[in-house]
Nanobody, 124 residues
């Protein structure tokens, strides 16, 4: 089992920056892919970014490329999402997720473990 706990969500003005963190526990993460998804009100949960724990390679949704950066801290066992140039369309609940052996999959159904989510609201 993998436990994921997100933190860092809050209200922020458009153009601002915010960093989300996901604390990971329960398993050795060497073969795991860690991801961030978000869900806006009335919309499907969508892929934002992911990273392979061992290789540190990453993938991003087109909507956040150049604005968001995903990283992992091996010492702290956390996965972070640095967000900049935020726009109101970035508003939603952000979920940390994990699974192993899925390369850099962007498909929600490929991920088994999910956190409870953290709310990000970007005001215009």
């Amino acid at each position: 089992q993998v436990q994921l706990v997100e933190s860092g969500g809050r209200l922020v003005q458009a153009g601002g920056t915010l960093t989300l963190s996901c604390a990971v526990s329960g398993r050795t993460l060497r073969s795991y892919t860690m991801g961030w998804f978000r869900q806006a009100p009335g919309k499907e949960r969508e892929f934002i970014a992911n990273i392979r724990w061992s290789l540190s390679d990453t993938a991003y949704a087109d909507s956040v490329k150049g604005r968001f950066t995903i990283s992992r801290d091996v010492a702290k066992n956390t996965v972070n999402l640095q967000m900049s140039s935020l726009i109101p369309e970035d508003t939603g609940v952000y979920y940390c997720t994990a699974d192993w052996g899925i390369a850099l999959s962007t498909r929600r159904e490929d991920y088994t473990y999910w956190g409870q989510g953290t709310q990000v609201t970007v005001s215009s």
